[in-house]
Every structure is written in C-alpha cells, then in structure tokens.
C-alpha cells in the first residue's frame, strides 16, 4: 500500500531565506507527483505536477525535483515571502486509484 | 477560483440533523471526489464517482451517503453524524481518474461542525 511521508511537519522561517520541503513515497510505481497548497480552511491550489519521466519542474521561485527510484520528491522555495505561509502538501498519482496525500508541511514566514 | 463551488462553506449541524454538502463543477471533468481533512491527518478519500458511477468507497460509514446525478455535481448528504465527524470536507474534480494525465481541482470545502 502506498504511503506518503512529508518532512518537517512544520517549519519556522525568516522572509528572504530559501528553503526545502521534503515528500518521500513508498512505491515508486507513480504516474506522476503533485505539489498541492492549502491556506486555512481553505482547498488546495495546485502548484506543480512532475511526470515519473521528469527529473523537475519550475514555476516562478518554486522548483520541484523527482527522484522515482528512490521515492523522493522535495519542493525548493527561493527567497520565501510571508505570502508563502501556508501549507504544503504532496501527493502520488497511482494507476486506477486516486491521489494518495502525505500529511503536509506547515510553513510559516516570518518579516 | 478553481472552478470547482462547495456550498455551504460552514455547517453546524447536532448529531440527529440530515444535511446536504454540495459541489458543482464548471470544468467539464469526468471524474469527482470526496475527500475528509482532519487536523493532524492525511487527506482522506471517501468517495470517487467516475462517469457518474461510483468507483471507490473508501470504508467510510453509511451515514455518509453520496450522490452524483451528472458529471458537474456531487452530493454528499449527512445524518446522525458524531462529533467526531466535524472536519473540513474537500470536493474535487478531474478529467479521468488514475490516468497519466489526472490533476486534480479542489472546492474551498465545507468546514462542518457536528455538535
């Protein structure tokens, strides 16, 4: 059975440093992995989806990186902004099944 | 805006009140979902329906009852939930579901209170 893993749960940061969110999974047979965001009660955003024959994919300062093999993803956030408080949240795209979601990052951005 | 509407946004409900979360989805998708967040949990997946037809039932209890009449809605009625019950209910819709190409878009959710 899949399962998702994100690390740290939670991460204090000052604005202007760049950080690294962590996403592990347990079987590397994946489509594909998608970097969701969550404000407070609020839905997810999608922000990036890094096909299995991808190494990454960028948006503005985010970057996200795939390794399959060893099941590992991490979302790199430059020069991180209040704005960018929230939570973060990785899921797996499996063959006949629906997305499978770790727990999330909660990161808070200090000015 | 995802083009995906919950209503209500906020539920109150005691534990022998029948209650309805709606989604509606403008997107032209085939495929939507139920999913439950509770603090401190994963995502969980309750319900997908596929075409209409409902292709997985997570195990979740039969006081939840769900109801896809098309492909742009999706029901979720409730009744003689527990407190534990209360958490944000999250719809969602994508084009097909565990294909290559599936990217999910998420409603705002219903943050349902059972007292």
């Known amino acids: 059975k899949q399962e998702v893993t994100q690390i740290p749960a939670a991460l204090s940061v000052p604005e202007g440093e760049n950080l690294v969110l962590n996403c592990s999974f347990t079987?590397?047979?994946?489509?594909?992995l998608q970097w969701f965001r969550q404000d407070p009660g609020k839905g997810l955003t999608s922000l990036l989806l890094?096909?299995?024959?991808?190494r990454e994919q960028t948006s503005g300062r985010l970057n996200a990186s795939l390794d399959k093999s060893s099941g590992r993803s991490t979302l790199y956030i430059a020069a991180s902004q209040p704005g960018d408080s929230a939570t973060y949240l990785c899921?797996?795209?499996?063959?006949?099944?629906?997305?499978?979601f770790g727990k999330g990052t909660t990161l808070s951005v200090s000015s | 805006e995802t083009g995906v509407t919950q209503t209500p946004r906020h539920l109150v409900m005691g534990m022998t009140n029948k209650k309805s979360l709606k989604c509606e989805q403008h997107?032209?998708?085939?495929?939507m979902y139920w999913y439950k967040q509770s603090a401190k949990k994963p995502l969980e997946l309750m319900f997908v329906?596929?075409?209409?037809?409902?292709?997985e039932n997570n195990s979740v209890p039969s006081r939840f009852s769900p109801e896809c009449p098309n492909s742009s809605h999706l029901f979720l009625h409730l009744h003689t939930l527990q407190p534990e019950d209360s958490a944000l209910y999250l719809c969602?819709?994508?084009?097909?579901?565990?294909?290559?190409?599936?990217?999910?878009?998420f409603g705002s959710g219903t943050q349902l209170s059972v007292l």
């Open positions: 969602a819709s994508s084009q097909g579901v565990g294909t290559d190409s599936e990217k999910l878009f």
């Open positions: 079987d590397s047979a994946i489509y594909n």
């Open positions: 890094i096909q299995s024959s991808q």
């Open positions: 899921a797996v795209n499996q063959a006949g099944t629906a997305l499978i």
């Open positions: 997107l032209g998708h085939n495929a």
């Open positions: 329906y596929n075409f209409k037809e409902q292709t």
